[in-house]
């Protein structure tokens, strides 16, 4: 197990403690910070990034390993502190451009909007991370392969960066006084998820904040003028798939509607929300309205402790993917991957409150009971004994029965429980 594994390994245990904790301090201060399906969404984005993941290593860390081989204008040492305290600030730097780019260029945005669709701010929503990002994103860090910090280094401090920024996604940390000045906190990084006119792109330091201080797209929290989150061009869905395709997806249209081969490629690179004039006279779009009712259909108690049961569920099998991915051959580790990811559609689909989505989860289950059932094993497991079989039939097959009698019971959204918000 390298590094990055043992560092990855260690961390996920301590999130969802950390989740935990949140969830106890708010019920103490009398607040609600969560929402079943929204926290849902969230981790299930979080467990679709790291799929793909497992897929995009080979690829981007490969093209720095090659530019740090052939490119490199130095040899820096592993072994100096200073290289990796350097890389550390460097790989910090090169990400406030990234981050910054990814609220300013459209097809960047494209990837990072999945960071900010949810309307809840909680450590949840800093698992909420985009399946597409590894496209173009690694471009920003080959400054760091061409100056010669070794593969090793960069996967670390890229580590450190991304795991520093769990704790800041929080409402119930306050002001740190000279903390806030320095470092990315969770009251300046409120400010960068807020849809506030106030707010709007701004604070896009990883671990210093130091960088928007110098480059001029530092604001602060104001008490006055509370941050509302979610984006300007509301997700409105708990499908993931549409999650990570929804502005490609929007951006495609406008292309293929614009009449100008100018408009057609500027429509990725101006910044988020612009269209060529013509495009927006035919195919207009509502005004934002920071008033907006938000994304919270209803769902009955059973259908949410359900929903609940079944995403421990996947993330259990989430866990064993990644453990196996090394091992397993292509095709069952492809065929592994793409049963998750629909999973967590359907399971979405589920908690949207609509009856289509009762139907997908029941095909979800059936095939989750088919694979041993037909194999005798599960996804890279051949062979298994026959207990673990029935067990892995079973599970299903009760999940469907339970599913089926709350569908009877409480038909649609609200049925003859009390709907509680999503």
Not at 146 to 159: D, K, S, T
Not at 340 to 354: F, H
Request: net charge neutral; hydrophobic share 50%.
């Amino acid at each position: 197990m390298n590094m990055q594994e043992i560092i990855i390994t260690w961390a996920t245990p301590v999130f969802f403690a950390l989740i935990a904790l949140e969830l106890l301090v708010a019920k103490m201060r009398g607040r609600r910070v969560y929402h079943g399906s929204d926290a849902i969404n969230s981790l299930g984005l979080g467990v679709i990034s790291q799929i793909v993941a497992v897929f995009s290593k080979l690829l981007t860390l490969g093209i720095y390993a090659w530019c740090v081989q052939h490119l490199a204008l130095f040899a820096l040492p592993a072994s100096s502190v200073w290289v990796w305290v350097s890389a550390l600030l460097l790989y910090d730097f090169c990400y406030y451009w990234l981050h910054r780019a990814g609220h300013e260029v459209n097809i960047l945005w494209a990837a990072h909007v999945v960071h900010h669709q949810s309307e809840d701010y909680n450590l949840s929503t800093a698992l909420r991370q985009t399946g597409s990002g590894v496209l173009l994103g690694w471009l920003f860090y080959l400054p760091m392969a061409v100056i010669g910090y070794p593969l090793e280094v960069f996967v670390v401090v890229a580590l450190i960066d991304l795991l520093y920024q769990f704790w800041v996604h929080t409402e119930l940390v306050g002001r740190l006084g000279w903390f806030d000045r320095v470092f990315c906190s969770p009251s300046n990084h409120r400010a960068h998820h807020a849809v506030n006119d106030r707010y709007l792109d701004r604070n896009y330091g990883g671990i210093l904040i130091v960088w928007d201080r110098l480059f001029g797209s530092f604001i602060e929290e104001d008490d006055t003028d509370p941050p509302i989150y979610g984006t300007r061009s509301p997700l409105r869905s708990w499908n993931p798939l549409w999650a990570n395709a929804e502005v490609y997806w929007a951006t495609a249209k406008d292309a293929w509607h614009a009449r100008r081969w100018r408009d057609k490629l500027l429509v990725w690179l101006k910044p988020p929300g612009w269209r060529p004039v013509d495009v927006a006279e035919r195919f207009p779009k509502p005004a934002f309205d920071i008033q907006r009712e938000r994304f919270l259909p209803p769902l009955t108690r059973g259908y949410m402790i359900y929903s609940l049961v079944q995403f421990a569920l996947l993330l259990g099998m989430a866990v064993q993917f990644l453990d196996l991915a090394k091992r397993l051959p292509a095709a069952s580790l492809i065929g592994y991957a793409v049963f998750l990811v629909l999973s967590l559609a359907a399971l979405g689909a589920l908690t949207e409150g609509r009856r289509a989505g009762v139907a997908l989860e029941l095909t979800r289950l059936l095939a989750t009971a088919a694979v041993p059932l037909l194999t005798g094993g599960w996804f890279g497991v051949p062979q298994l004994p026959a207990a673990f079989v029935a067990t892995l039939v079973a599970v299903p097959a009760i999940s469907a029965l339970v599913l089926a009698w709350l569908a009877l019971s409480a038909p649609g959204r609200a049925g003859s429980e009390k709907p509680i918000p999503g």
